[in-house]
């Protein structure tokens, strides 16, 4: 038994067979037709081939308090939250998991300007400080529970007189500590274990 569906936003899929998923996983999009073919076991007729489905997967969504910008949208794994070239302040980030796959957190602690390291914060609460016109410096991101098991978080920094730092990741330091260089903007993204 062979059988395809059309999806919201991606139309016709692929053929899948004998209990194979057909449609979209974490999406939200709804599943609009199908279409179901029997085969002989000797193979003629129907020949599919390439992919039955589409499963959307985990990803980091993040935003950043600007001096002078205020709080930016939020963006999405890899996206530059911040400023490039401006000579602006982040003040304070927070950081989320969108549509997570596993259970666990995104933790994460923010180095102040005249208060050092923070205690860790996690699933959008706010990292730095807002109204106080501090400066993060360096910033530490990681996860827990399952979702440590299945991913590891990657995230780099953009630093006053440094620029772009290495990409580190799983509560690595990006940003540098005892300079008072100001962390001008960020980059975060989820990465599957499987890719490492």
């Known amino acids: 038994m062979y059988y ?5 936003n991606f139309g016709w899929l692929d053929w899948a067979k004998n209990g194979e998923i057909a449609g ?22 129907l020949t599919p ?19 002078n910008i205020g709080w930016q949208d939020e963006v999405y794994n890899g996206e530059t939250i911040g400023t490039v070239g401006q000579g602006l302040r982040m003040e304070a980030l927070k950081l989320d ?3 997570p796959l596993y ?9 102040v300007q005249n208060i050092g390291w923070q205690d860790w914060k996690k699933d959008g609460e706010i990292s730095g400080t807002v109204g106080e016109k501090l400066q993060m410096e360096a910033v530490k991101i990681k996860l827990t ?22 990409w580190v990741k799983d509560g690595k330091e990006a940003g540098t500590t005892g300079k008072g260089y100001r962390l001008e903007s960020l980059e975060i993204k989820l990465v599957p274990k499987t890719e490492g």
């Not at 081939?49 to 001096?67: L, N, W």
């Open 145 to 166: 529970g399952e979702m440590a098991d299945h991913y590891d978080i990657y995230y780099r920094a953009q630093v006053e007189e440094l620029g772009w730092l290495e």
């Open 97 to 99: 998991l969108y549509k």
């Open 24 to 45: 979209t996983v974490n999406y939200g999009y709804r599943m609009e037709a199908i279409k179901i073919a029997l085969v002989r076991k000797d193979g003629d007729g």
């Open 4 to 8: 395809r569906v059309h999806v919201q």
């Open 49 to 67: 081939v390439g992919t039955s489905s589409k499963t959307f997967d985990t990803q980091a969504v993040y935003s950043a308090h600007v001096q």
């Open 103 to 111: 259970s666990g957190d995104v933790t994460y602690s923010a180095h």
